[in-house]
């Protein structure tokens, strides 16, 4: 009895079962399934509707979609976290196409021109301003160049209507043109490069951009012509006489050897505490390769526009100092070489820097101004 009421009670549920079926289409009815793995969502695709901007320390569950807002990309969660860095933590976010977006990544409407010595964190976008391209902090840094810094940096393809690249004259932001400068050194060595000299300008934004275009123009001529005297016309790279002992006492001593510090680059720089200063200042390593300074034709402008900046040498100005405030090219001069040609010095070789900056400033016709010698 108890058999026969089961089999019944089976039939009549078959029947309604098959009721049910025909009401809803042959629906499956399943367990929901369980939140997808890391694997199943690592490559994935789809909308962005849901997205939301990433935010440090709120909890992400797999699956969730975010936009990352340094760089305007997408991520997946692969694992459930709280609020890791996708840019960092790849085991907890994926890259995530989203469909029916552009093709081209962010605007890059978040990054900032980027600036020598300001402090940057990984993910940070940026402008440089020589060349108008855009690169991605890979490493946190305090204000390396991208050009140059390329652990620190990589270029940033996923910006969409950005500039196509750097080009010469007023393309560049700088006040002598890629025409002028081949003019003033038709037989440079090929190393020192016009893109050079530009890509190392932001390391020094004030750089012939103080003081209205006259001086702007005189400031442009003096260096070049001091760099003129200092190689030849851009034809020496290395000092000729390199068996000098350029290692003063310092506790950072010598380690490239005592002899190794010999006249490198634009304007020569010599002795083993310039090239520590100079590798602090712009984020390289120069006390113990000083060679950098002649197989890497931005940062040997870099060291230039360092020393042109930044020192006084034995004089009492900056030689960028002496050209905004009106002291006059002399005053380059002295900063540079002292009274081994002021002062009575070595006049034929002052009055050649001051022939220099003469037919340079010819070229950008300007005026060069007052107080020519020392």
């Not at 049910?20 to 695709?45: E, R, Y």
């Not at 405030?325 to 002052?350: K, L, P, R």
Request: aromatic share 12%; glycine share 12%; proline share 5%.
């Amino acid at each position: 009895m108890t058999r026969s009421t089961h089999t019944t009670g089976r039939a009549r549920l078959l029947v309604l079962l098959a009721l049910l079926a025909g009401v809803f289409g042959l629906t499956t009815f399943a367990i929901p399934a369980s939140p997808a793995s890391a694997a199943a969502v690592a490559n994935a695709s789809g909308s962005c509707s849901g997205a939301t901007t990433w935010t440090a320390g709120t909890y992400y569950n797999v699956g969730a979609i975010v936009e990352y807002p340094s760089n305007g990309d997408y991520y997946v969660a692969t694992n459930a976290n709280p609020g890791y860095d996708p840019t960092i933590s790849t085991w907890y976010w994926s890259p995530y196409t989203c469909s029916g977006s552009s093709s081209g990544g962010s605007t890059c409407s978040s990054a900032t021109t980027w600036v020598a010595g300001t402090y940057y964190n990984v993910g940070a976008i940026v402008e440089y301003p020589a060349n108008g391209q855009y690169y991605i902090a890979t490493n946190a840094n305090p204000g390396y160049d991208p050009t140059i810094s390329t652990w620190y940096w990589s270029p940033d393809t996923s910006c969409t209507g950005s500039s196509s690249g750097g080009g010469g004259g007023s393309s560049s932001g700088f006040v002598v043109s890629e025409a002028q400068f081949d003019q003033m050194f038709p037989n440079r060595n090929s190393f020192y490069t016009y893109s050079g000299l530009v890509s190392a300008l932001s390391a020094y934004p004030a750089f012939a951009t103080t003081g209205g275009t006259t001086v702007e123009e005189q400031e442009a001529a003096a260096f070049l012509a001091n760099v003129d005297h200092e190689t030849g016309g851009l034809v020496y790279i290395n000092e000729i006489d390199q068996s000098g002992d350029y290692c003063a006492s310092e506790s950072y001593g010598c380690p490239a050897g005592t002899t190794a510090y010999y006249g490198r680059g634009p304007l020569q720089i010599s002795w083993n505490f310039n090239y520590e200063a100079a590798g602090q200042a712009i984020g390289q390593d120069l006390l113990d390769n000083p060679n950098l300074v002649s197989t890497n034709a931005a940062i040997s402008w870099e060291t230039a526009l360092w020393y042109w900046m930044t020192q006084t040498g034995p004089g009492t100005m900056t030689a960028h100092n002496a050209m905004v405030n009106g002291s006059g090219f002399g005053q380059t001069i002295w900063a540079i070489n002292g009274s081994v040609e002021c002062n009575g010095g070595d006049t034929a070789e002052m009055q050649d820097r001051v022939n220099d900056y003469e037919s340079f400033t010819s070229i950008l016709g300007v005026s060069p101004g007052g107080n020519l010698t020392c």
